[in-house]
């Protein structure tokens, strides 16, 4: 049998796995629980995601999640504070608007979830946590009894060990948070700012990144140089080729199993997302 493209499939999957976690971002199910607890929809998905990591402090979160703005992880910290409420409720107000919402908009991932879950723990239970402190932190969570949910929490893993190993290369090539989204703004073709607007950062903040960006010859005036893209793409390839390890590890055939299973239902995730935010969010399950 030939080598597996061990690449192509972490290209492939990749789209998948972020399909598979991010449109809870959104969902009404989970802003309206997050409301509930006393947080608007984007600083509840904050609380939620940063449950792990919030004991290590907002500053910790901030290097984690490397383009969300600064002044939102502060103000979910401000606002749990000040709602006497927790980052674990949050937590577990997600969990719930997960399995409905998966139940409810892409009942054909149920199975593959479950059926998937334990080899995928499996994986899990072997990457490194080197240098990844937000895949770390959801590693040492109570996996869930709902064996859906399991899965689910298996795969975010496997996001957050992405994610983790892409800020690890964006800061290897000497970029910013800030840099690195207006750098992927212009990768995807968005109308300039778009992203990094969409995750909060002010105008002052973007117009730094510009003009540091300018600095390094990677922009030009109002535009990022094709030096400024090219360096983007060259970040994608070199996360795919850093991340090949967990398809090595869960194996051809089952590798090959999670592009079949999975793809169709993701598109009615990512139809969700384009319902419930808008087709411009969820960058990475975009096909440029």
């Given at each position: ?148 949910l399991s899965g689910w929490h298996a795969v975010n893993c496997i996001r957050?060990?992405r994610g983790d190993t892409h800020w690890a290369i964006v800061a290897a ?90 793809e169709p239902p993701c598109e009615l995730l990512l139809e969700r997302v ?15």
């Amino acid at each position: 049998m030939d080598t597996p493209d061990w690449f192509a499939i972490t290209h492939r999957n990749a789209r998948s796995v972020q399909t598979t976690v991010g449109w809870i971002f959104w969902d009404p199910g989970a802003v309206a629980r997050y409301e509930a607890l006393g947080l608007p929809g984007p600083l509840g998905y904050i609380a939620a995601r940063a449950a792990p990591l919030a004991p290590a402090g907002p500053e910790a979160v901030e290097a984690a999640f490397g383009s969300i703005s600064p002044l939102g992880i502060a103000l979910a910290f401000d606002g749990i504070a000040q709602q006497g409420t927790t980052f674990d409720a949050f937590w577990h107000a997600r969990d719930e608007a997960v399995v409905e919402g998966l139940r409810g908009y892409a009942p054909a991932i149920v199975d593959p979830l479950i059926e998937l879950g334990p080899p995928l723990w499996e994986v899990v239970q072997q990457l490194p946590t080197v240098g990844r402190p937000l895949y770390a932190s959801h590693h040492r969570m109570p996996v869930p009894d709902d064996p859906l949910l399991s899965g689910w929490h298996a795969v975010n893993c496997i996001r957050e060990w992405r994610g983790d190993t892409h800020w690890a290369i964006v800061a290897a090539n000497g970029l910013s948070g800030i840099e690195a989204t207006i750098l992927h703004n212009a990768w995807l073709g968005y109308d300039r700012d778009w992203l990094p607007t969409s995750r909060g950062s002010t105008p002052h903040d973007t117009e730094q990144g510009w003009a540091s960006l300018r600095a390094k010859g990677l922009a030009d005036g109002d535009a990022v140089t094709p030096d400024g893209v090219a360096l983007r793409q060259h970040i994608e390839d070199e996360t795919d080729r850093r991340t090949t390890l967990v398809w090595e590890l869960l194996g051809r055939e089952r590798s090959l199993a999670f592009a079949r299973d999975f793809e169709p239902p993701c598109e009615l995730l990512l139809e969700r997302v384009d319902i419930t935010a808008g087709p411009n969010y969820q960058p990475a399950s975009r096909i440029r």
